[in-house]
């Protein structure tokens, strides 16, 4: 599958999904993008201590914080910002995720959600370098690509005999 086919093939899974699967999946995946493992390159002067705490709490509370919580931790980290546009890529990563996350739970907008997928489908390819041509050739890649069809299309799926 090309990147541009792995681009499309997610939106329209996006798309297709119910409400509880796109909570589901965009809980999972911004819980997933904002891990500390992220953050461990990144110095300390590219952020204010203020702005460090900001994200510090907001990662920490991602699955039970609120669009006025995040909003006013993303505020405070957005003001604390020292780097001049040469961000770490894991403290870029967090911060887009965040915010793709609050502006879905202010907007409840399915684009915040195909966002955050492809954040989460790019974080993979810069660890794996993806081939463009073929993008699920590695299996982080396929796995992350399994990850997003499964979480999206759970409430689409017959129950498993397990589950009756």
Known sequence: MRYDELEAAILRLVVGADEDDLRVF???TVTRLVR?????TAADDELTEDAWAALTSARENVRTADATELRAQLVRIDEGILADGD???????????L????TYLEENQR????????R?????????????????ATPEMAAEY???ERLLTAGLRPPSPEET
């Open 120 to 136: 989460s489908v790019v974080e993979i390819d810069f660890q794996v370098s993806a081939d463009l041509d073929d993008v699920l």
């Open 111 to 118: 684009w915040e959600l195909y966002e955050l997928a492809i």
């Open 26 to 28: 965009g809980l999972e």
């Open 99 to 102: 915010e793709h996350w609050t």
């Open 36 to 40: 500390q493992e992220l953050l461990d």
């Open 87 to 97: 961000l770490d890529q894991g403290v870029v990563t967090v911060i887009t995720a």
């Open 146 to 148: 399994a990850r997003i």
